[in-house]
C-alpha cells in the first residue's frame, strides 16, 4: 500500500489491485460499492511521494490455495489511521487485490 499513500503512484497501485476491483465502504445508509477507477480517481495520485512519515504493518496474511486475506495497519506521522483488510486471489500473473473494506481511526 505504500504506493498508494508513501509514493501515491497509480501505475503501481494498478500492478497490485485486480480490474474489477471494488471497495467496500460503509455508511449511515448502508453500504457504497467503488470500483477501482472511481477510488483511484479519489485518491487523485499525482506521483508526488507524500510529505508526511508512511508506516505499514502487515498484521496477518492467511492463505488457502489461490485465496487470500490479509490485514494491514497505516500510519501517518506515527497515527494509526486506517486498519484495511483485503481480499485475494491467485491469478495467472501473480496475486491480486479484488476487494477491501477498511475501518478509520479519527
Known sequence: MSAVFARRDEAAVRRGFHADFQLF?????????????A???????????????????VAFIDVTGDAALARTELFVDGEHEYTDYFALYRMHDGWRIVAKTF???D
Do not use: C, K, Y
Not at 465502504?25 to 477507477?37: A, F, I, Q, T, Y
Open 39 to 57: 477510488w483511484l480517481a479519489r485518491l487523485e495520485l499525482d506521483g508526488i511521494p507524500s510529505a508526511g512519515a508512511i508506516r505499514h504493518e
Open 103 to 105: 475501518q478509520s481511526h
Open 25 to 37: 465502504v460503509r455508511s449511515d445508509d448502508g453500504l457504497l460499492v467503488v470500483p477501482l477507477d
